[in-house]
């Protein structure tokens, strides 16, 4: 449970930090123990708490991200002490993640405004996309869907890989959709990403892509429950799924075929859900792709393989 802190206990304690602590370096040290203290978890861009007080470090006192060793030695002034101290406090307090303190996240080498409207971009997907999904796709795709889109991450870098493909980002949810849009507008992408309010397929009658990637929501009723505070500020309609997390990919595979090209690829993050996602579906060919940089529950599908064995499953 995180201790609550009076006012004037605040006060007195931060006079106290103020007076004791001068650099750069003190203050992540102070932050790294207190994160510690007060057990915060850590997966939202970073996994370790030395980490996520340099992000925060770095965002109360507009320096550039990454945690340049350069800065650490440099004395702070009283007035950057208190907007340090009010920034970790507010995530010792409130638990929540770095990202929405900031208002922003970093998704495959690219830069994207967030906050509470949509998940933290974390999606292994990052890793195929930078990759160009080789060699998984039997061509250059040139129509790309992102569904379930949130603050349109996963479209964007597709976007970027993909230079002459157009790209949707749909999502049932208006308030991410807005974040979509601010995302589209930052990376100046108007003309090749458009963002559609759309429950599954409803609001893309007739479209067919050549590629849908998703990280749709996955997460089972325990798991979610049992899940640390820092998720709980994250939308539940992003992330819980019914009671084995599978209530939102068992619509995807009854549908996605009508919404591919021939060829198309249907590539989806069902995270720890998968042994279920297999369990429903035995009849599937699910291809599981491997990850370098860490993660699970990654599949591929051919539109030949869904039809038949989506449907029975289905019914």
């Not at 101290?85 to 994207?112: D, H, M, N, V």
Request: glycine share 6%; hydrophobic share 40%; with cysteine.
């Amino acid at each position: 449970m995180v201790q609550q802190l009076s006012v004037q206990e605040l006060s007195v304690q931060q006079s106290d930090i103020i007076t004791s602590l001068e650099t750069v370096r003190d203050f992540q040290r102070w932050a790294v123990s207190r994160f510690r203290e007060h057990g915060l978890y850590f997966g939202h861009g970073t996994d370790n708490p030395w980490d996520e007080a340099g992000i925060l470090l770095m965002h109360a006192l507009h320096l550039p991200a990454g945690g340049d060793p350069r800065f650490l030695d440099a004395k702070l002034t009283v007035q950057e002490k208190r907007a340090v101290l009010a920034l970790l406090e507010k995530r010792i307090q409130s638990r929540l993640p770095a990202p929405y303190l900031t208002g922003e996240a970093w998704f495959a080498g690219l830069p994207f405004s967030i906050d509470e409207r949509v998940l933290i971009p974390r999606s292994p997907l990052a890793e195929l996309i930078e990759k160009y999904f080789e060699p998984w796709l039997p061509q250059v795709p040139q129509s790309i869907l992102d569904l379930c889109t949130g603050s349109g991450c996963i479209g964007i870098a597709c976007a970027y890989a993909f230079e002459d493909a157009q790209v949707v980002l749909s999502d049932i949810s208006p308030d991410a959709l807005e974040v979509a849009r601010l995302n589209i507008e930052r990376h100046e992408l108007a003309e090749q990403v458009r963002a559609v309010e759309s429950d599954l397929f409803s609001g893309l009658a007739g479209e067919r892509f050549d590629l849908i990637v998703s990280n749709p929501p996955y997460v089972d009723e325990r798991d979610y429950r049992e899940m640390p505070a820092e998720y709980h500020h994250e939308p539940a309609l992003a992330l819980a799924s019914g009671h084995d997390g599978l209530d939102f990919t068992r619509r995807l595979l009854h549908e996605a075929a009508d919404h591919l090209t021939d060829n198309g690829i249907l590539i989806v993050e069902v995270g720890n859900s998968w042994v279920a996602l297999e369990e429903a579906f035995p009849e599937l060919p699910f291809t599981w792709l491997e990850l370098e940089r860490g993660g699970h529950g990654v599949f591929l599908l051919h539109r030949d393989d869904l039809p038949v064995q989506a449907q029975s499953a289905v019914n």
